[in-house]
């Protein structure tokens, strides 16, 4: 059966949002080729015939994730001077916190990564430098140049501890706490 021209990229295009979801919902490591292409609609038998290896399929559905976190969230904030709060807002939200297969794919990616070859670490690498830049874009302008890489790095630091704590505590109310805490530090960070 031959199939139109942009079916091959069409279908990895769905192996990967799916994988992205699943690696964020479940972890890389939990996270099986045989479920990925479940959560596709495709056979497990299809995979080789997009990805060398499930690796490459963890690189490719990383840069996805970020991609996709990083337009969703454009999409919601102003591009003026109030972005920055808005991410920080968002960020570490309830929503966000309680939704991880769609959320930040770095808070639900970190811990994992950094068991991963190589070429998945500077891809990951590579959209963490982006967030920052982006971050540090949107700071006041009388923070001083030499200052905005490191602010915009502890900024996003607080703020993906605080979602990453926040989801790991089982007290509700703690979990509440923490968001709170880091948000204002964050916030203040920003200022």
Not at 21 to 27: I, N, S, T
Not at 130 to 157: Q, V
Not at 178 to 191: K, P, T, V, Y
Request: aromatic fraction near 6%.
């Amino acid at each position: 059966m031959r199939f139109d021209k942009g079916h091959k990229f069409a279908t990895r295009d769905r192996i990967i949002k799916a994988a992205s979801m699943r690696f964020r919902r479940d972890g890389i490591a939990a996270s099986g080729i045989a479920g990925v292409m479940e959560d596709a609609g495709l056979t497990h038998g299809g995979f080789y015939a997009h990805f060398s290896s499930k690796e490459d399929l963890v690189g490719q559905a990383t840069n996805a994730a970020i991609e996709m976190t990083n337009h969703r969230l454009e999409r919601l904030t102003a591009q003026d001077s109030s972005w920055l709060t808005q991410r920080i807002t968002h960020y570490l939200s309830a929503s966000h916190r309680d939704h991880p297969a769609t959320g930040c794919a770095v808070a639900a990616l970190v811990a994992e990564l950094g068991r991963h070859g190589a070429q998945t670490r500077a891809i990951f690498t590579e959209k963490l430098a982006a967030i920052f830049a982006a971050y540090a874009a949107h700071l006041p302008p009388e923070t001083p140049e030499t200052l905005r890489g490191e602010k915009a790095i502890g900024i996003f630091a607080v703020m993906l501890g605080g979602l990453q704590l926040a989801r790991a505590v089982a007290d509700p109310d703690l979990s509440n706490k923490i968001l709170d805490a880091a948000s204002q530090a964050a916030h203040r960070l920003a200022a």
